[in-house]
């Protein structure tokens, strides 16, 4: 293997790779990005097991060949070099010499043929989503699904069809536990359902760092263990998590007793200063709702206490709630709209919040019990 | 005690005394700020036992007043207040109420008596030094001070009279046991030597962020056990170690037998891509010093090895020698100028290196044994 890259190219390529290969792995090769030159120029290919991308690179390769490469270590060393072009060559003692300016590093490398090899998938049934809607839909659930639950289906963003007479139409749904939320875009194509359609949380992080500064078309099949996301340069193959999601529609409350309008910022600033003063572990902040406003306040024991009023529109009768208010300001920041609402049944129902601006999306944050 | 303050006088001064306090404290009062309202302003004062900040800040005070609050949680708390003017008011039930905007804190109070009396210091004696000069001096000599060290003396910089027949001169000296730099100013007045002169570690840090943007002339008086740096509106109580700090110019080599000039920046870059190879617990890389020029290398387990030329004007024969990169790198940074020379003896002799448009800085560099 012998080729020329830009510098750059090569630290993006470096950068994706080693976000995704494990930390501490089981086995230094799974910590290692497979590098593939060909005369299409660099393919390089990084995978914790779970997800495996694949993305190719501008380069201009003398001599093909392939060799994998400790991730973290090589996107270190590529970082810092001083230059534009950076040469890289495999040598016979099966060293990579990587070249640039004056500088001369040779990495060790393990043999391209331990590198694990990437499952094959059904391509036969793909559907098309625009990657802004994508990134907006992953932006408003990403954050709701459960980074690491013992009950093994909330780790993961559930995906379902709700096309309806206006269009075909994909939802992804997150929660926890203690919030749930949905978020659909438009698709064209096929959208072949599988058994279980839970994508886990981190492979729902890494397609949308991937996605960002890309504004195509983009093409997503499930098979019935693993979907494929692809868009030109770009391959993810990702395992589905085999594991039930809940029947959130349960959750949902069909009727409200109460509704509140409110400003979105200033309720999440408001939620910020009034936090301060919430219990570390609960977190939970007073909503003390009624026609006059909305009434926030926390206490903290040997700290003080605070209270804050935001105006809203209110329909209904008063209550007082607590939330946990990250739950709540998470929510917010997930929307766009300047305006919210938020419906309400009694104290411990689920309270669900939509973005006026946006019907596309659903959140629902789940009550605590006030003291 | 009643005032109104803006909003960032009030952040500065609770960012300052934060700062400051021990984060965990054997007492609650050793984590709270103490303030003191009167016709001249808001004096808030914040202590650690070791140092003790009293800054003036701008206020309006409608009833003065005193009384200490836990400065992390206040500092906090003020942070997030959206509004110009804060209303500070100590209640009857001893809570400092604080309003901005339409948000209300209610903060729990410690007794102002309760908090640590600021010990006395003879002022008789003082030296005066331009600020800028005295930020100078802590940049290049505060990085060398040991952070924690058994030697108990090298936990600080050492201070002394360095003044010659061209004027008053005060030197600091700080060092690690394997870096030493020394760096000089004038100054006018009376340094007041007293038995041990060895200002903390911590204490230098929070003088060096108090003259942050201020740029006159501060006062310092050295007692037996204690320093008083002051400026308009700042002073500082900094006790000084009680212990022996070694005879650094022993240290120091009267001559050298090699001499190499070099870019500063060059062989920063350099060291810090190479480095990236070294091995992580030594940091160890060779420097290979001959009239043709400066080969860096380096060589890491499992990973690879590294080199790199940098061009030097060089005088004496060829040697070999190892640095811990980091320790370089970091005199390297202290420096302001574009050319350095490195004085070289034998292969384990120490290194001095000088900023060649600086003669009042010395930095010594120890070097480490080669496998």
């Known amino acids: 293997m012998d080729l020329l890259i830009h510098r750059e190219e090569l630290v993006r390529a470096l950068a994706r790779a080693q976000g995704i290969v494990e930390k501490r792995p089981t086995s230094p090769i799974l910590s290692a990005v497979l590098l593939q030159a ?39 060393v590529a970082k810092v070099l001083s230059g534009d072009i950076v040469t890289l060559t495999l040598t016979d003692n099966g060293r990579l010499e990587v070249r640039c300016g004056s500088a001369l590093f040779k990495l060790t490398t393990f043999s391209a043929a331990d590198f694990p090899v990437t499952p094959a998938l059904d391509q036969a049934r793909a559907l098309t989503i625009e990657s802004p809607a994508l990134r907006g839909v992953i932006d408003r659930v990403h954050f709701a699904v459960a980074p690491d639950d013992n009950r093994y289906g909330l780790n993961g963003a559930h995906v379902e069809d709700t096309s309806a007479a206006t269009g075909a139409v994909v939802r992804f749904v997150g929660t926890d536990g203690n919030r749930l939320c949905w978020a ?26 991937l996605l960002e500064g890309y504004d195509g078309p983009v093409q997503i099949a ?15 193959h990702c395992r589905l998590l085999e594991a039930d999601f809940p029947d959130y529609r349960q959750v949902l409350p069909a ?17 910020r200063r009034v936090s301060i003063l919430a219990t570390d ?40 709630m ?5 739950f709540v300001v998470e929510v917010l920041g997930a929307m766009a709209g300047s305006r919210v609402s938020l419906e309400l049944g009694d104290a411990l129902s689920p309270c669900i919040l939509r973005d ?16």
Chains 1, 2 share one sequence.
């Open 184 to 209: 659909q875009a438009p698709y064209t194509g096929e959208l072949g359902i599988g058994r279980k359609m839970l994508l886990p949380r981190k492979g729902l992080g890494e397609i949308r760092k």
């Open 222 to 236: 499930f098979g019935d263990r693993a979907a494929l996301i692809q868009y030109p340069g770009v391959l993810v």
């Open 322 to 326: 607590g939330f946990n208010a990250r």
């Open 38 to 76: 060909t005369a299409d120029g660099l393919r390089a290919t990084a995978t914790d097991k779970t997800m495996t991308i694949l993305a190719d690179y501008q380069a201009t390769v003398r001599r093909p060949g392939e060799i994998a490469v400790d991730a973290a270590n090589f996107f270190q």
């Open 255 to 271: 009727a409200f007793k109460r509704r509140a309008l409110v400003d979105r910022d200033a309720l999440r600033e408001a939620l």
């Open 281 to 320: 572990a609960t977190n939970s902040v007073k909503f003390q709702f009624s026609p006059e406003g909305l009434v926030l306040s926390a206490r903290k024991l040997d700290a003080g206490e605070c209270r804050e009023e935001v105006p809203i529109e209110y329909s209904g009768e008063a209550i007082s």
């Open 356 to 371: 006026m601006d946006d019907d596309n999306a659903l959140f629902v944050v789940m009550p605590v019990r006030l003291d």
